[in-house]
Nanobody, 121 residues
Framework: QVQLVESGGGLVQAGDSLRLSCAASGRTFSIYTMAWFRQGPRKEREFVARIRWSGGSTSYADSVKGRFTISRDNRKNTVYLQMNSLKPEDTAVYLC??????????????WGQGTQVTVSS
């Protein structure tokens, strides 16, 4: 019902910046929250940032506070993750997720395919 497509990943050096995009399509009218997660090599999936679709309130993981910024463009149904001062520890597959308010669940309902971010030292 909802498709999420991430883009913007790549290979950068430590200290560089990168902006990820997540475009939502399909039946997006009931999306309540969108978020970014990441999963590095030999690591568990971890929360990075989230944004309320309507009000725009945001939350961040402690590891990225002050460096990453999540934002959204309601007209384009797109969420962005601006990543500054990148560190090698940020290397991971970054995944976009959406919480559908019409679906009774305790987790996110839709996931993108992921985009690779690699930060060299």
């Amino acid at each position: 019902q909802v498709q999420l497509v991430e883009s913007g990943g790549g290979l950068v050096q430590a200290g560089d910046s990168l902006r990820l995009s997540c475009a939502a399509s399909g039946r997006t009218f009931s999306i309540y929250t969108m978020a970014w997660f990441r999963q590095g090599p030999r690591k568990e999936r971890e929360f990075v940032a989230r944004i309320r679709w309507s009000g725009g309130s945001t939350s961040y993981a402690d590891s990225v506070k002050g460096r990453f910024t999540i934002s959204r463009d309601n007209r384009k149904n797109t969420v962005y993750l601006q990543m500054n001062s990148l560190k090698p520890e940020d290397t991971a597959v970054y995944l976009c997720a959406a919480d559908d308010s019409s679906v009774i669940s305790t987790t996110y309902d839709y996931w993108g395919q992921g985009t690779q971010v690699t930060v060299s030292s």
